[in-house]
């Protein structure tokens, strides 16, 4: 091995992509070993970016710089004592690949801890292969603690011929009741988040019990309105541990997947119980646990004493209904998108459909197609795109590639990365679905690309709505099929419909509010206290640290977490949640988040470009 800064890299093209990244690991390993800032600051360009996922700083923490990145990773290596860097085995290997305009050689890496194991990926500069461009480094499994799969399931010997003892079923039920115990974790919701994060959680023997208001598993797709279908690719929405079967259509409609739920809680043992709400909590700093109460159907109420308590109540709370002049006076039905299911019985009437974002559309859509005259109404601008073959460009960095090292390559991206990425997809989106925006805009729509161009996906990140993944709607709008107002065109609701400020009335029996969620803070307020969701603060989002606020971390309330978002959402962090959680129960982290710099990552100049 040579000392990190005597590297002398050969003429890019001399040497393979594979020797390119295990010499950059080398001098990775040598800076680390000596805690060389100097050495570690050679090894990053400029301007570079690090992800760490819990292996250095125990949290999701980006840094921007060579010398930002270096004097972090040298304070950290005190205690995080990593080592052993080496391209990972059985992964894809090296390659060149553009990231973010920018041509780099990408390789998956494994490495350890004090306390684990984990992977990363580095992007090297491809002109000067000498200097990373990205790095993430994620720890993946606690030495002593791993998942017990594969060669490392569980015996059975606990009940298999258990000759004169109870049996496996009898065995699941009683751990299912939780009558002699409590649950570790309480997760409050069981759509793909709380799921995910209980099966893994469940691996690595983690008591976890789910709660979920929903009569059946699987009633948050269910439940939701009768033509839906998922928007991504089926090879990409995966739970962890089962994928669908590799039969299953590229776009599932929403009953398979409700039913996959049902069967997944049954084959990763999960303890779930239905028809429970978890109704308010406190925290209880002395002993260490919830008081958390949850509430059956039929009203009785059990306080459970979790030491942890996730909301897996997918990031928004209770449906948002805007104050809108004389909705009181309007005679006909008003429901809001939630309380949809199906346009059939709306057959021969008038509808307005009041927003246009993915459910908007989609119950606009869902009404037309079953014979009810529908308007939609457009509140503020829109990002409308195909579902083929724009949205699908996000999932790109899964093309070719095994899901696992997919969600590596996505979960390297900071927030400048995240955006510039975005910023290049859109602008091919905007490029594919010209035609479709062109007549939506010629027929009065308000159309945007997204801040800064970026698109639907950073509209995701900032606050989960403000668009549309095209299922048929935007044509029907075009041809005048559904029709459009803009909703300052509305002077107020009348008994019959819709007055407008021509003074003519636009007529309804049915208006659709289709006008999104309050967001996650208001119930943490309701359900834990406002002192917990001021001290928390804001829920998903970006921070000031580049990160999502509160997302699949520790927060500053103890003992409460957060997770949510895409099925590549839950699939990638239930892994990191569970991690930290272990390791608080095995004493290897604090359950206290440390209190943080307020240095935000803005604060170093995003030179990305
Ligand atoms: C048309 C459409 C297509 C989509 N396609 C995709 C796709 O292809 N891929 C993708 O990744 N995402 C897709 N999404 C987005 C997806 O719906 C959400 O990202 C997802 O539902 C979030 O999952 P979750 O587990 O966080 O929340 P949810 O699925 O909303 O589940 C939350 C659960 O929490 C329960 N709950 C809430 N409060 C409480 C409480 N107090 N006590 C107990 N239980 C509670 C609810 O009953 C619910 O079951 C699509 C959305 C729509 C509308």
Redesign the pocket.
Known sequence: MVAANELVLEKPGMQSEEALVEQWLEQLDVALQSESHASAASLFAPESHWRDLLAFTWSITPYQGAENIAAAMVTKQGTAKARGFAIAAGRTPPRRIQRAGIEVIEGIFEFETAVGRGFGVVRLLAAEPSRAFQLMTGLHELKGFEEKIGKRRPTGAAFSRNFGGTNWREQRLAAQAYTDREPVVLI????????SLAATLGRIGVDALV????ERVG???RQ?YHS??????TS??HLPYMPFPPSWPT??PKDMVADWFEAYAWAMEINFWTS????SGSYDAAAGRWNAV?RNANGTERTLHPKHLVF??????FPHIPQMPGLKDFKGEVMHTTEFTNGANWRGKKALVIGTG??GH?VAQDLHANGCETTIVQRGSTMVLSIDPSAKLVYGVYNGVPLEDGDLFASTNTKPIVKKNLQLLTARMVENDKKTIDGLIARGFKFDAGEDGAGHQWKVRMRYGGYY?D?GCAKLIIDGEVGLLQFDQIERFVEGGALLKNGSVEPADLIVLATGFVPQEV?VTK?LGEAVAKKVGPVWGFGADGEMNNMWKRTAQEGLWF????????RTYSRYVAVQIKAIEEGLLSKRKPVESKKSVDDVPATVQ
């Open positions: 409050a919701g069981g759509g793909q988040a709380g799921l709660v979920d208001r929903f009633d948050c797709w939701r839906l279908a998922l928007h991504n690719d990409f929405n776009y599932l429970t709400e978890l109704v949850v897996a109540n997918g990031l928004v709370g993915t459910s989609d993944l299922a119930v359900l997770v949510g978002g895409s099925f590549a959402n839950c």
